[in-house]
């Protein structure tokens, strides 16, 4: 359900329009507003929200507005409607309205009805069923004229694709394979190699298989050697050793003296000839260079050399050779389609990896050698190298699987050599050619078409006449339905015609419904804008009460067949509409009846009266709630609407001046002089009232006195006597602030206790008598 207009800003007569108080709309809402305060805009802004065009709030966009046009409106769970940027946020299919705009597009405009009123009311009849039934037979119409050009045409592109003299039907039995496509790349794959290998078959024969690679093995002591010490030496030798080097020598190394000491000869001084018996640094040299330390450096030595010739220059080249040779022979083999499938992993570092490594780890030995009694650290630069030759290793093992299997190919290949004939392959490929071509999309829609032409035209006829009969049935029970139920209306309305022969037509190509109008039982046509005015029709048969109650008859005739009734959101604006005032009964008691089968009912009208009386004939208001749209500055609000006060007559109008003033002051709004005034008329109205018979139009209070005491005992009048002395105390009270009694009525003093004392006083006598 709608649940209330949050806000309407800048759209037709809502220039800033929020909802005024905590009431929302229920299952029944009654709008009143004056003509020209807003109700066809918001019947507009509901039609929006119902189709989702906002075009229709565009084009009421509030004249001289500097703003945007915007809507929220608050729905069920609360929901928040929005219009904003010249759309909505979500819509609301499920409303119905029923407006001036509603008859102006669906029933008549001005005097006359057009075409397009009745393609339009065709739709509304026979439902979104009926028009989808019309619609399949004009399209399956136009596809039945289409299928016989249209075989033709793929006739001659087919007959223009293929060879002269191609039997035809014999082409056209060709089976589908669904791996064409690859059969036919594998087959010329296949003869490619085939005559490539027939023009390098000597080649072929001498070309050999890719080289497995190797490679060459790092000390595993290599590590555990630069660790290595000699805890052995004395400590005093060391310390003479270096004091000696420091002192004698410029940056001798332990290596130097080692090789000195040995070219020594008996026990005398190489350099000057002396004895060096006894001596104590010759004997320090001894303890140091002793035969372990001799061991050592024989060890890193080696070392060195081995690192230097395995990883040498030499290796690196072999080793790039191999790769080299492999590469070149590899795409020898793929030209021919071997090892296609084979992915080989490249080795382009494997040189610049040994290289490094020996780069790394002869350093490391020769720092070592200067100072073989100490621990050499390993380097950064070592590390790093040692990792990327442990991944090549890896890298090399998975190329040499993969050269396997790319071996194995090239093997095979060989083998079969020799066995491959060079025609047989071309008149395969052929055939396979033929049945790709035999199945390509122009082959086959022409195929298809020209098989098929004929049989689907045949179809398309039988389907179209299917159709036809399944929208004349349709439309036949709808029309006539539709019909009956109109009539029925109209008799509620007490209308002085009937609608009669309701029929389809296809006037123009599309769909639509005719009727007659019978008036006097004779059949009148509707005519149109170029009917003669000398020639009855419906600009001249009808009154505009007449139209208006048509128009009412058929919403609510094609309302009461949807399928999704229950579900529905019903707006009327102003259904009583230039209705005589005895059709009033009828258009209340539909409006209650169809808001007990609906989801909700929204009535719009200027006429106040007419809202009491749907007010009252849904069960006195249980259920509903009543609105206004009031003049605010230059725009309109929204704010609720006390129905029965408002509509009430005049005598319960003042009596409840008098009521709220005793026992309601704090809604009270009358001054004390206006209740003073009103206590007379109150009085006055109750006997008219009680006693209609017995008083006239010209006669007052003072005349009714006059009656009563002079009432003879079997006059109704007597039975007002028991009352007539109070009567007569409010007469004298109440005549002090009438003008025809008191040229000072206006002026004259009200006191409040008495006041009160004499509105106790009537409420006494109009309440007890």
Known sequence: MIRKIISIKNVGRFENCAWRGGAQFESMGLIYAENGRGKSTFCDVLRSLQTGSGDIILGRKRLGATGDSEVVILADGNAKLTFKAGSWNSTKTEIAIFDSRFVHENVYAGDSIDHDHKKNLYRIIVGEAGVKLAEKVDALDIKARDSSKDAKNKLDLLTAKLPVGTNLKAFEKIAADQTIKQKIATKEEELKNAELAAKKSSEIKTKGQLVELTLPTFPNNFESLLAEKLPALAEQAEKSLREHLANHTHN?????????????????????????????????????????????????????????????????????????????????????????????????????????????????????????????????????ALASFEKLETDRKSYNSALKEFNKEIADYKAKQGAVELSKLKSELAELKLIELRHTTPIIDAINAWKAAEKEKTRLNDEKSTAKTDLDTHGATVLSVHEKRINDLLKMFAAGFRISGTERSYAGGKPSSNYKLQINNVDVELGDENTPKSSPSFGNTLSAGDRSTLALALFIAQLERDPNLKDKIVVFDDPFTSQDRSRRTATQTLICTLAKQVRQVLVLSHDPHFLRTVWD?????????????????????VSEWEIEKETAGEYVKKHRVLWDFRYNSSVSTASAREVAQTIRPVLEEYLKLKLPHCFGDNEWLGDFIGKIRNAANTDPLDAAKVVLPKIEQINEYSKRYHHRSNPSADTELVDDTELLTFVDLTLEVVGGF
Do not use: H
């Open 617 to 637: 004939s849904y069960k006195g208001g249980a259920g509903a709630k009543c609105f206004q749209f009031t003049r605010m500055a230059n725009g309109t609000s």
């Open 252 to 384: 001798a190394t332990e290596t130097w003296l080692s090789e000195g000491l040995a070219y020594q000869k008996d026990e005398s001084c190489p350099f000057c000839g002396q004895s060096t018996t006894g001596l104590p640094l010759i004997s320090a040299y001894q303890a140091y260079f002793d035969a372990a330390y001799q061991t050592l450096k024989d060890k890193l030595s080696d070392t060195q050399k081995s690192v230097e010739a395995n990883f040498g220059e030499k290796i690196a080249l072999a080793a790039q050779k191999t790769l080299g040779d492999n590469s070149t022979l590899g795409e020898f083999w793929r030209q021919l389609g071997i090892g296609a499938q084979v992915a080989i992993p490249d080795l382009s570092s494997y040189a610049s990896i040994l290289t490094e490594l020996r780069n790394r780890s002869v350093e490391l030995l020769r720092l070592k050698i200067a100072a073989p009694l100490e621990a050499t650290p390993l380097s950064q630069e070592y590390k790093s």
